[in-house]
Protein backbone atom coordinates (compact mmCIF):
# COMPACT_ATOMS: atom_id res chain seq x y z
CA UNK A 1 0.00 0.00 0.00
CA UNK A 2 1.49 3.44 -0.79
CA UNK A 3 2.45 5.99 2.05
CA UNK A 4 -0.54 8.26 0.79
CA UNK A 5 -3.12 5.89 0.78
CA UNK A 6 -1.83 4.63 4.01
CA UNK A 7 -2.21 8.05 5.43
CA UNK A 8 -5.47 9.04 3.81
CA UNK A 9 -6.85 5.96 5.59
CA UNK A 10 -5.22 7.10 8.83
CA UNK A 11 -6.82 10.47 8.57
CA UNK A 12 -9.81 9.36 7.63
CA UNK A 13 -10.01 7.21 10.60
CA UNK A 14 -8.84 10.15 12.63
CA UNK A 15 -11.60 12.22 10.69
CA UNK A 16 -14.67 10.19 12.07
CA UNK A 17 -13.68 11.15 15.46
CA UNK A 18 -13.93 14.58 14.74
CA UNK A 19 -16.91 14.55 12.95
CA UNK A 20 -18.52 13.17 15.95
CA UNK A 21 -16.72 15.64 18.05
CA UNK A 22 -18.03 18.43 15.44
CA UNK A 23 -21.58 17.25 15.30
CA UNK A 24 -21.77 16.96 18.89
CA UNK A 25 -20.76 20.35 19.76
CA UNK A 26 -22.47 21.58 16.74
CA UNK A 27 -25.96 20.01 17.69
CA UNK A 28 -25.35 21.54 21.74
CA UNK A 29 -24.54 24.94 20.78
CA UNK A 30 -27.33 25.04 18.23
CA UNK A 31 -30.01 23.37 19.83
CA UNK A 32 -29.43 23.44 23.61
CA UNK A 33 -27.71 26.41 24.06
CA UNK A 34 -29.78 28.03 20.63
CA UNK A 35 -26.41 30.18 19.32
CA UNK A 36 -26.19 30.91 15.52
CA UNK A 37 -26.07 28.03 13.34
CA UNK A 38 -22.68 29.26 11.93
CA UNK A 39 -21.05 30.16 15.04
CA UNK A 40 -21.92 26.88 16.79
CA UNK A 41 -20.90 24.78 13.33
CA UNK A 42 -17.30 27.11 13.83
CA UNK A 43 -17.14 25.76 17.49
CA UNK A 44 -17.66 22.25 16.60
CA UNK A 45 -15.40 22.74 13.68
CA UNK A 46 -12.84 24.78 15.62
CA UNK A 47 -12.60 22.14 18.96
CA UNK A 48 -12.73 18.83 16.06
CA UNK A 49 -9.67 20.27 13.95
CA UNK A 50 -7.98 20.77 17.03
CA UNK A 51 -8.44 17.12 18.17
CA UNK A 52 -7.71 15.88 14.70
CA UNK A 53 -4.58 18.08 14.39
CA UNK A 54 -2.83 16.26 17.57
CA UNK A 55 -3.96 12.94 16.57
CA UNK A 56 -2.79 13.11 12.39
CA UNK A 57 0.29 14.96 13.84
CA UNK A 58 0.84 11.92 16.48
CA UNK A 59 -0.71 9.11 14.35
CA UNK A 60 -1.85 9.58 10.82
CA UNK A 61 1.22 11.69 10.12
CA UNK A 62 4.09 10.30 12.44
CA UNK A 63 5.33 14.33 12.97
CA UNK A 64 6.43 13.78 16.48
CA UNK A 65 10.16 15.11 15.70
CA UNK A 66 9.56 18.04 13.60
CA UNK A 67 8.91 21.76 14.98
CA UNK A 68 5.95 22.31 16.61
CA UNK A 69 5.83 25.55 16.29
CA UNK A 70 6.24 25.73 12.30
CA UNK A 71 3.64 23.11 12.41
CA UNK A 72 1.08 24.49 14.04
CA UNK A 73 1.41 27.65 12.67
CA UNK A 74 0.91 26.42 9.21
CA UNK A 75 -2.30 24.41 11.29
CA UNK A 76 -3.99 27.32 12.08
CA UNK A 77 -3.67 29.00 8.57
CA UNK A 78 -4.92 25.90 7.11
CA UNK A 79 -7.65 25.28 9.65
CA UNK A 80 -8.84 28.85 8.87
CA UNK A 81 -9.33 28.93 5.35
CA UNK A 82 -10.76 25.29 5.94
CA UNK A 83 -13.38 26.71 8.55
CA UNK A 84 -14.26 29.77 5.71
CA UNK A 85 -14.28 26.83 3.27
CA UNK A 86 -16.88 24.57 5.49
CA UNK A 87 -19.38 27.48 6.73
CA UNK A 88 -19.76 28.69 3.06
CA UNK A 89 -20.95 25.03 1.79
CA UNK A 90 -22.61 25.11 4.33
CA UNK A 91 -24.18 28.17 4.10
CA UNK A 92 -24.79 27.51 0.27
CA UNK A 93 -26.12 24.03 0.93
CA UNK A 94 -28.01 25.60 3.52
CA UNK A 95 -29.48 28.71 2.41
CA UNK A 96 -29.47 27.88 -1.80
CA UNK A 97 -30.23 24.27 -1.92
CA UNK A 98 -32.42 23.99 0.56
CA UNK A 99 -31.08 20.65 1.85
CA UNK A 100 -31.57 20.46 5.96
CA UNK A 101 -28.62 21.94 8.40
CA UNK A 102 -26.85 18.16 9.23
CA UNK A 103 -27.15 17.22 5.46
CA UNK A 104 -25.15 20.35 4.45
CA UNK A 105 -22.86 20.15 7.54
CA UNK A 106 -21.78 16.42 6.08
CA UNK A 107 -21.49 17.55 2.48
CA UNK A 108 -19.28 20.91 4.28
CA UNK A 109 -17.04 18.16 6.23
CA UNK A 110 -16.64 15.96 3.02
CA UNK A 111 -15.44 18.95 0.78
CA UNK A 112 -13.51 20.21 3.72
CA UNK A 113 -11.64 16.81 4.59
CA UNK A 114 -10.30 17.04 1.03
CA UNK A 115 -8.53 20.32 1.58
CA UNK A 116 -8.06 19.43 5.07
CA UNK A 117 -5.85 16.08 3.95
CA UNK A 118 -4.27 18.26 0.60
CA UNK A 119 -2.58 20.53 2.86
CA UNK A 120 -2.16 18.20 5.68
CA UNK A 121 -0.13 16.02 3.56
CA UNK A 122 2.36 18.40 1.40
CA UNK A 123 2.07 21.55 3.51
CA UNK A 124 2.12 20.96 7.41
CA UNK A 125 3.17 17.46 8.13
Same mark, same amino acid.
Not at 108 to 117: C, P, R, S
Given at each position: ??? !??? &?????? $?????? !?? !?????? /??? &?????? #? &? /?????????? +???? #? *????????????????????????????????? #??? !??????????? #?? /?? +? &??? +????????????? *? *?? $??
Amino acid at each position: MSE !VIR &KFIKFG $IVGVSG !VF !VDFLLT /YLC &KEKLHL #N &K /YVSNSIGFIT +AATS #N *YWLNRIWSFESVNSDISTECLSFIGVGLVGLLI #NNS !VLWFINEKVGL #NF /YM +A &KLL +AIAVTTIWNFGMS *Y *YF $IF
